[in-house]
């Protein structure tokens, strides 16, 4: 379990002790599980952005204790002995090209690896290694970053998080900007990262298909405090509930509920309601079949 990240009534003010303190985390108790996908979701204020900046120890708790990668981290951990931390847990923010700077696409990857001390050969196989993974094209490795397009821009951006060979991964929006093709490229990139390496991934998302579709385990944030935790089918079983948090339904989920009066005989064909657009699809056609059965 040393890749399991544990929130231990943690909170965190900004400006503490002064006249401008804000309370934006308010004792948390989490377990986010290793070697899943786990999906945080809340709307805007709700305290994801702040709770994810602790998973490297960018902020440490105000009160209470973190556990990452088998270390603990409270308000009096010294910002020197955090540092290989930040190795252990990458964090890809939103529109991440915004951090691109180097002269050279495969320099720009190099950069992490040699602030961690790895030689220069060692750092440039593992940048060579990573943008082979995200689909950039050796080609491209001498470029200016500044010259590619704005998708390949992104991929160079989270292969430099990859360099650091991280045990956990965060995403906080990552495919804000992107157009439906890319956004469904981008996502499925990441899955199979996870899936073949086995990394535990946290995904910070507004879009419940996604959540949906390739989460494990779902944490709800609301006012700075986790209000629900479970999986997809449980966090999405309460429309009424996620309404009142200023949460909307997958898309699939949506669509049964408007047809839900017309299907009352046909929702008992099935133990659980469609998550994700394929499973509404078979769902229905399934239904199609059961009446035609009727009919026949």
């Given at each position: 379990?040393?890749n399991?990240?544990?929130?231990?009534?943690?909170?965190?003010?900004?400006?503490?002790?002064?006249?401008?303190?804000?309370?934006?985390?308010?004792n948390?108790?989490?377990?986010?599980?290793?070697?899943?996908v786990?999906?945080?979701?809340?709307?805007?204020?709700?305290?994801?952005?702040?709770?994810?900046?602790?998973?490297?120890?960018?902020?440490?708790?105000?009160?209470?204790?973190?556990?990452?990668?088998?270390?603990?981290?409270?308000?009096?951990?010294?910002?020197?002995?955090?540092?290989?931390?930040?190795?252990?847990?990458g964090?890809?923010?939103?529109?991440?090209?915004?951090?691109?700077?180097?002269e050279?696409?495969?320099?720009?990857?190099?950069?992490?690896?040699?602030?961690?001390?790895?030689?220069?050969?060692?750092?440039?196989?593992?940048?060579?290694?990573?943008?082979?993974?995200?689909?950039?094209?050796?080609?491209?490795?001498e470029r200016?970053?500044f010259?590619?397009?704005?998708?390949?821009?992104?991929?160079?951006?989270?292969?430099?998080?990859?360099?650091?060979?991280?045990?956990v991964?965060?995403?906080?929006?990552?495919?804000a900007?992107?157009?439906?093709?890319?956004?469904?490229?981008?996502m499925?990139?990441f899955?199979?990262?996870?899936?073949?390496?086995?990394?535990?991934?946290?995904?910070?998302?507004?879009?419940?298909?996604?959540?949906?579709?390739?989460?494990?385990?779902?944490?709800?944030?609301?006012?700075?405090?986790?209000?629900?935790?479970?999986?997809?089918?449980?966090?999405f079983?309460?429309?009424?509930?996620?309404?009142?948090?200023?949460l909307?339904?997958?898309?699939?989920?949506?669509?049964?509920?408007?047809?839900?009066?017309?299907?009352?005989?046909?929702?008992?064909?099935?133990?659980?309601?469609?998550?994700?657009?394929?499973?509404?699809?078979?769902?229905?056609?399934?239904?199609?079949?059961?009446?035609?059965?009727?009919?026949?």
């Amino acid at each position: 379990m040393a890749n399991q990240i544990i929130f231990d009534q943690v909170s965190y003010t900004y400006n503490p002790n002064t006249p401008f303190a804000v309370d934006v985390l308010n004792n948390v108790n989490l377990t986010i599980p290793e070697n899943k996908v786990t999906a945080i979701v809340g709307h805007t204020g709700s305290g994801k952005s702040t709770l994810i900046q602790h998973l490297n120890v960018l902020l440490r708790p105000t009160a209470g204790t973190l556990t990452v990668a088998g270390e603990k981290v409270t308000a009096t951990s010294e910002h020197a002995t955090l540092k290989p931390l930040r190795k252990k847990v990458g964090v890809v923010f939103q529109f991440p090209e915004a951090q691109l700077f180097e002269e050279s696409v495969i320099k720009d990857v190099m950069f992490g690896p040699l602030n961690f001390d790895i030689s220069e050969e060692e750092a440039m196989r593992i940048a060579k290694e990573k943008l082979a993974l995200v689909g950039i094209p050796e080609h491209l490795y001498e470029r200016s970053p500044f010259d590619l397009s704005g998708g390949q821009m992104r991929r160079v951006a989270i292969a430099g998080v990859l360099a650091l060979e991280p045990e956990v991964l965060v995403l906080d929006e990552p495919t804000a900007g992107l157009d439906p093709l890319g956004h469904k490229s981008m996502m499925e990139m990441f899955i199979d990262l996870q899936q073949t390496t086995n990394i535990t991934l946290v995904l910070v998302t507004h879009q419940m298909d996604d959540v949906a579709k390739y989460a494990d385990n779902v944490i709800v944030m609301e006012k700075g405090t986790m209000v629900k935790n479970g999986t997809p089918a449980e966090v999405f079983a309460d429309a009424s509930w996620l309404d009142q948090k200023q949460l909307s339904l997958p898309q699939a989920m949506s669509f049964m509920a408007k047809i839900d009066s017309q299907l009352d005989v046909a929702m008992a064909m099935t133990e659980k309601p469609p998550l994700t657009v394929d499973e509404l699809a078979d769902y229905l056609l399934k239904i199609k079949a059961g009446i035609q059965v009727e009919e026949g």
